[in-house]
RNA sequence: GUGACCAUAGUUCAGUCGGUUAGAACGCCAGGUUGUGGCCCUGGAGGUCGUGGGUUCGAGUCCCACUGGUCACCCCA
């Protein structure tokens, strides 16, 4: 009985772990520039938190959350998304107290109980961002273009931005009930699960990709030709802006997101590259959200990316980078005083900044050029008794295969 | 949660009609060179054939169940 990683769950072993480096270095890099600031929320939350701002009808709550109960027989549950962790720290330290407007960004594993498939685990790691305090159809904007520069810098060309608006609740309302009239019309045609959800959410009836309710709705009417005068301006704005930015996009009238708690514009950035899972990134505002769990009134807008799915892309494109880990120095020794000397030596060399490595398995000086090798190490000394006497070694580049002499004292300083 | 396909060495895979000791390549270890890597040559280690049951004189091979993986549905990052 061996034990092995949990399902839908991965191990992000060397090799691979250099890239997320990489490209979590590059996120941090792109988030700095547009003067976002990290935020590190816990793991897992008050299962309640969730629920209210999700939703109790998403299928994100009704059936993939991890929820258990601890040890105080308190409901807690595994972060399935980032924003409610965020807007929960938002409010709980005043955040929006300190200045009118806050951007904070995160990188963090979330947690969803669903069959694994490609592009699709239990635990996944998201990148996104929040900037709560304004309503201005340029921070709408700017979530977009964050993920999207991400993309460029990546080598990341074929993606399509996708935009909407699911109006507010001046202007949802009345096309909601005019949404669920035209539905209940064609009600007998609809997929099992879009009858239910005619009830409980008539917007998502609209972007099933089931071929029935794609008929059947074929001429329903479109939120986006419903928008109230302020929620169809904010739109115009997020165009024009996109425009301006010289930003490929399409306007998609029946995108609308698995999260209740949107408001106004709705955005996905999908890759061509992705398998069935093809979202890379999605977001949007959500203008209502900040009261609804507490705050004081507060517009947001935010947007979360799956990192995986950036690392599938780059694979598939051949742009993955290539990790150049390796050891400056290995030091090869031929006899027992050259062993602890090596040991000593490696130890002041790496408190000088030098990557140094040396034999543990008291392995033949063959062997320890053969590892030599395969660390891909940049240089190799060999210390016998003549280098311990004369405190000389030839330092050899392995690239090459030249050696040159050099004292041991110098080698710190040369390397480094 | 539903479905399809898959499971043999560390890895990627062969394995005939059910038949004797389960193979290859790469990787790993050692030697060829008693102080020098890669290339080459030689040798070696490494397998509960996913697990459990069944059919059969005999199962890696056929049947069933389970577990795991992959992909798709659903939904999403």
Redesign the pocket.
């Known amino acids: 009985m061996k034990f ?2 949990i ?2 769950t991965k191990d992000i072993l060397p090799g691979e772990s250099e890239k997320w480096q990489f490209v979590e270095a590059l996120i941090r890099e792109v988030m700095h520039e547009a003067n976002y600031r990290e935020i590190r929320t816990p793991v897992f939350e008050e299962t309640a938190l969730f629920q209210r701002s999700i939703g109790e009808l ?3 709550v009704s059936k ?1 959350m991890y929820t258990f109960r601890d040890r105080s027989d308190e409901s807690v549950t595994l972060k399935p ?1 980032g924003t409610a962790s965020v807007l929960r720290a938002y409010i709980q330290y005043n955040l929006g107290e300190q200045s009118p407007l806050t951007k904070l960004y995160y990188i963090g594993p979330m947690f ?1 109980q ?8 239990r635990q ?1 790691h ?1 990148f996104g961002a929040e900037a709560l305090g304004s309503s201005s159809p340029q921070l709408d904007v700017e979530m977009m273009l964050i993920p999207l520069e991400v993309c460029r810098r990546l080598g990341i060309g074929s993606v399509t931005l996708k935009v909407n608006s699911v109006g507010c609740e001046k202007c949802r309302p009345a096309y909601r009930k005019r949404l669920v009239q035209e539905l209940m019309a064609v009600y007998d045609q609809l997929s099992e ?1 879009s009858k239910t959800r005619v009830k409980q959410n008539p917007l ?1 009836v609209l ?4 071929e029935r309710d794609r008929a059947a709705t074929r001429t329903a009417p479109l939120m986006k030709d419903f928008l109230c005068d302020e929620c169809r301006m904010h739109f115009a704005e997020v165009e024009r802006l996109l425009k301006e930015t010289k930003t490929p996009y399409e306007i998609d009238g029946r995108l609308v ?3 209740d708690y949107y408001t106004k514009t709705a955005f ?2 999908t890759s061509a590259a992705l ?8 977001g949007g505002r959500y203008d209502l959200l900040v009261h609804e769990l507490g705050g004081k009134p507060t517009a947001g807008v935010g947007f ?3 990192m ?2 950036l690392m599938i892309i780059l694979e598939k494109l051949g742009q993955s980078p290539d990790p150049h880990i390796r050891p400056d120095l290995y030091i090869a020794a ?1 006899d027992n005083a050259a062993r602890r000397w090596a040991f000593r030596f490696a130890h002041q060399l790496r408190q000088k900044g030098v990557a140094a490595d040396l034999d543990y398995l008291g ?5 320890q ?6 660390q891909n190490a940049r240089y ?1 000394i ?6 311990l006497a004369t405190g000389k ?2 330092l ?1 580049k ?4 030249q ?1 040159e002499e050099v004292l041991l004292t110098d080698l710190a300083s040369k390397l480094a």
Not at 398 to 401: C, D, H, I, R, V
């Open positions: 092995r990683s399902k839908g998403t299928d994100i993939e998304e969803r669903e069959r694994p498939q490609a592009g699709r685990l996944f998201q699960e998502r972007d099933s990709k089931d997101r698995g999260l996905e950035i398998g069935s899972q093809d979202a890379l990134a999605g979360a990316a799956g995986e799915r031929a392995r033949s000086l063959k062997a050029m053969r590892e030599a090798n395969r190799v060999v210390i016998g008794d003549k280098e070694a030839k050899k392995m690239e090459s295969g050696e």
